[in-house]
C-alpha cells in the first residue's frame, strides 16, 4: 500500500489548542471528520453496527459448528481451527491495520476492510471442505484487523470531545459488550431455523449497508507528515502477536507441551524485541507514548481481562445452558440475552451520570460487580433451574458490564494525537483479542483438571463433573475480575476532566 495517498486525499487531522482556532472559526468539535449536525449520529450508527460484526463473529459460529462438521466432514483439529483461524488472524494483524488506518487513510481502510470482510464471508459461506472453511475465516480475520481500528479511529476524531464524546463512546463501547451474546443468539437462530452457512452470509447484506452508508457519510483522515511503514516492526509484532494467541491456543490441550511451551516463549521474545524496536525507530508502529500513560495502560489491561469475561467465560455459560439444562442451539443464546438488555439498558443511564461522577468509581465498582455475579453463577447444579441459578447472575454480570464498557474505550483513547488514534485503536482491539485467548486457555485449562479428576461412573456423574468444572471456570473469572478492578484503582487516577476530556479540552480538526 503506498505510504502517502493522492493529492486529492481530505487534508489530515491534527490537535489544535483552543487559542490557537482563528478568530470565529467554528468549534473544532465540528470540523471533525463527519462531526457536523446529525451527520456524525449516522456515522456512530454504521460504526457501531461494525463493531458489532466484528464481534459477534468471533462467536456466531460456536454454535453452528456441529452442523458444519457433520456435512463438510472437518476433523475435531480443523473444528477447532475453524474459530482459531479467525481469532489468530485478526489478533496478530491488528496493529498493522491500525497504523494503515492513520497513514493511508481511515475510510479508505475501513472501506476496504468492509469490502474484504463481505468477500471473506461470501466465500466462507461456500466452503465445501475443512480446508476451504478455515481459510476463509483467516480471511475474514485479515480483514477484521482493517476494520475494527479503523472504526474506533473514526469514532475518536468524529467526537474528539464532550457529552458527544461520552454518549458516541458508551453507544460502541456498549455494542462491543453485548457482541458475542448477539453472536450466540444469532448463530442459535440461524443454524436452527436455516442452515449453519448463513451465519456466515448474514454479514454480507450487513456489509452491503455500511459500505454504501460509509462511502457517502464518512470524510477521510489520516495521520499528517511524511509517513513511513516500520517493516521490521511489523514483522516481528505479527509474529509476536501470532506466536501467543496460537501458544494460547495450544495451551488449552497442554500447558507443558513442548509446542505450547515453544510458541509462548517466542512471542515473550518477539514482544520484548519488538518494544525494544519501537523505542529506536523514528516512526514506529505503535509509539511508546501511546502506552506510557498510568490510565491508558490500566484500561488496556482491563480491556483485555473483560475479553477473559466475554470469550472465555461466557463459553461455559453456553455449555451449561446447552448441556446441562438440555436447551436447543436458540433458546441457550436466548438464555444469555437477560445480560444484553441489562447492558443495553443501563448504558444510557450510567452515561448522564458519567459527567458528574467520573469512570474511575465505574471502572473500580464494575469489575466487583460483575465478580460477585459469576460467584453467585459458580453455585449452579445439576438439577438446578435456570430461572433460580442463572438469571440473576446474568442481570447482576449485565450490570457490571455496563459499568465498565460504558466509559472503558473513551477512557483508552482519551489524550491520543490524532496522529496516533489508529495505533491506539488497534492497541484497545488487541488487548481484547489477546485477553480473550489467555482467558480462554487459563479457564479451559481448569475446567479440565476438575473435570479429569471427577470419578464418573454414569451419566449422572458425568453432568456433576461438567458442573463442577463450569463453577471452578466461573470462579477463575471472578477473581480475574477482582484483579481488574484493584488495577483500576491504581492505575486510573487524576481529576474526572482529565480522564475524560470536556468542553474545548481536546480539540480536533482538519488543518
Known amino acids: 500500500m503506498p505510504a502517502?495517498?493522492?493529492s486529492t486525499t481530505a487534508p489530515s487531522a491534527q490537535v489544535v489548542p483552543p487559542s490557537a482556532e482563528p478568530h470565529g472559526s467554528a468549534s473544532a468539535e465540528h470540523d471533525a471528520p463527519g462531526a457536523s449536525g446529525p451527520r456524525r449520529w449516522w456515522i456512530l450508527l454504521i460504526l457501531a453496527l461494525t463493531q458489532l460484526l466484528v464481534v459477534l463473529d468471533g462467536t456466531i459460529v460456536n454454535i453452528a459448528l456441529p452442523q458444519a462438521q457433520l456435512e463438510l466432514g472437518l476433523t475435531d483439529t480443523q473444528r477447532q481451527w475453524v474459530v482459531t483461524a479467525y481469532a489468530l488472524a485478526f489478533g496478530a494483524l491488528l496493529l498493522l491495520g491500525g497504523r494503515?488506518?492513520?497513514?493511508?487513510?481511515?475510510?479508505?481502510?475501513?472501506?476496504?476492510?468492509?469490502?474484504g470482510f463481505g468477500v471473506a464471508s461470501l466465500l466462507a459461506g461456500l466452503a465445501r471442505n475443512g480446508t476451504e472453511l478455515v481459510a476463509m475465516r483467516g480471511l475474514q480475520g485479515v480483514f477484521a484487523a482493517l476494520l475494527a481500528p479503523a472504526a474506533l479511529a473514526l469514532l475518536t476524531v468524529s467526537f474528539p470531545r464532550g457529552k458527544d464524546r461520552n454518549t458516541a463512546f458508551a453507544v460502541f463501547g456498549s455494542v462491543a459488550g453485548v457482541g458475542a451474546a448477539v453472536g450466540l443468539v444469532l448463530g442459535g437462530a440461524l443454524t436452527e431455523f436455516a442452515d449453519w452457512r448463513w451465519c456466515l452470509w448474514v454479514n454480507v447484506p450487513v456489509v452491503v449497508v455500511a459500505l454504501?452508508?460509509?462511502?457517502?457519510?464518512?470524510?477521510?483522515?489520516?495521520?499528517?507528515g511524511d509517513n513511513k511503514y516500520d517493516v521490521l516492526g511489523t514483522v516481528v509484532v505479527v509474529l509476536g502477536l501470532g506466536s501467543l494467541v496460537y501458544g494460547f491456543t495450544l495451551a488449552e490441550h497442554s500447558w507443558v507441551a513442548p509446542e505450547t511451551i515453544g510458541c509462548l516463549a517466542a512471542g515473550v521474545v518477539l514482544i520484548a524485541l519488538f518494544v525494544w524496536i519501537e523505542s529506536r525507530v523514528a516512526q514506529p508502529l505503535l509509539p511508546l507514548r501511546v502506552l506510557t500513560s498510568k490510565v491508558r495502560a490500566g484500561a488496556f489491561l482491563l480491556q483485555a481481562i473483560f475479553g477473559a469475561l466475554m470469550i472465555g467465560a461466557l463459553l461455559y455459560?453456553?455449555?451449561?445452558?446447552?448441556?446441562?439444562?438440555?436447551?436447543?442451539p436458540l433458546h441457550a443464546g436466548l438464555?444469555?440475552?437477560?445480560?444484553?438488555?441489562?447492558?443495553?439498558v443501563l448504558a444510557p443511564v450510567i452515561t448522564q451520570f458519567l459527567p458528574r461522577f467520573g469512570p474511575r468509581p465505574l471502572m473500580i465498582g464494575g469489575p466487583l460487580v460483575a465478580a460477585a455475579a459469576l460467584l453467585y453463577l459458580s453455585r449452579i447444579t445439576v438439577?438446578?433451574?435456570?430461572?433460580?441459578?442463572?438469571?440473576?447472575a446474568l442481570i447482576v454480570l449485565g450490570v457490571g458490564m455496563a459499568m465498565v464498557l460504558v466509559p472503558l474505550q473513551n477512557v483508552a483513547l482519551s489524550g491520543v494525537e490524532p496522529h496516533d488514534a489508529g495505533a491506539a485503536s488497534a492497541t484497545v482491539n488487541a488487548s481484547m483479542q489477546i485477553g480473550g485467548s489467555?482467558?480462554?486457555?487459563?479457564?479451559?485449562?481448569i475446567y479440565a483438571g476438575v473435570v479429569a479428576g471427577a470419578v464418573v461412573t454414569d451419566e449422572a456423574s458425568q453432568l456433576a463433573a461438567f458442573v463442577d468444572g463450569y463453577s471452578a471456570a466461573f470462579v477463575a473469572t471472578a477473581v480475574t475480575l477482582v484483579v481488574g478492578a484493584v488495577v483500576?484503582?491504581?492505575?486510573?487516577?487524576?481529576?474526572?476532566?482529565?480522564?475524560?476530556?470536556q468542553g474545548d479540552q481536546v480539540a480536533v480538526h482538519l488543518g
Not at 216 to 223: D, G, M, P
Not at 383 to 392: C, D, H, I, K, N
Not at 492 to 500: C, M, N, S, V, Y
Request: cysteine-free.
Open 4 to 6: 502517502s495517498p493522492p
Open 488 to 501: 483500576a484503582a491504581v492505575l486510573i487516577r487524576g481529576p474526572k476532566e482529565q480522564l475524560l476530556p
Open 335 to 344: 438464555g444469555t440475552l437477560p445480560m444484553t438488555i441489562m447492558t443495553l
Open 100 to 115: 494503515i488506518a492513520d497513514y493511508w487513510g481511515r475510510k479508505r481502510t475501513y472501506l476496504l476492510g468492509m469490502v
Open 438 to 445: 489467555i482467558g480462554l486457555s487459563v479457564f479451559t485449562t
Open 212 to 224: 454504501v452508508a460509509g462511502a457517502l457519510l464518512i470524510v477521510e483522515s489520516k495521520a499528517e
Open 317 to 328: 455459560l453456553a455449555l451449561h445452558l446447552q448441556i446441562v439444562l438440555g436447551l436447543s
Open 383 to 392: 438439577g438446578g433451574s435456570y430461572a433460580v441459578e442463572v438469571l440473576p
